[in-house]
Nanobody, 122 residues
Framework: VQLQASGGGLVQAGDSLRLSCAAS????????MGWFRQAPGKERQFVAA????????YYADSVKGRFTISRDNAKNTNYLQMNSLNAEDTAVYYC????????????????WGQGTQVTVSS
């Protein structure tokens, strides 16, 4: 499975961005999908996850209420809508796919995209 993340950029605090993750797999709906982020000098951090059907989602406490993860299995794509961005959200964002229905730990994810940079200026 190849994953291509896009949609990052430089925004101001309070702005919104939508990240997309396009998957090559024809069996996209067989994978749970997640987003992680890594800021300079910090470990990779869980952000959000969605199960195979899109009916169940998990969020990190730091983004709950501001970010929304979703997926469109017909388009082999999942999304991360990020609202009310702040400087602490600055990081490289990675999408990932897991054979599990849904997972929050990076060790459960088998496939990773290349990452997209999100920079929020305060």
């Amino acid at each position: 499975v190849q994953l291509q993340a896009s949609g990052g950029g430089l925004v101001q605090a309070g702005d919104s961005l939508r990240l997309s993750c396009a998957a090559s797999a024809r069996t996209f709906s067989a994978y749970g999908m997640g987003w992680f982020r890594q800021a300079p000098g910090k470990e990779r951090q869980f952000v959000a996850a969605v199960n195979r059907s899109g009916g169940t989602t998990y969020y990190a406490d730091s983004v709950k209420g501001r970010f929304t993860i979703s997926r469109d299995n017909a388009k082999n794509t999942n999304y991360l809508q990020m609202n009310s961005l702040n400087a602490e959200d600055t990081a490289v964002y990675y999408c990932a796919a897991t054979p599990a229905s849904i997972a929050t730990s990076p060790r459960h994810y088998k496939y990773w995209g290349q990452g997209t940079q999100v920079t929020v200026s305060s």
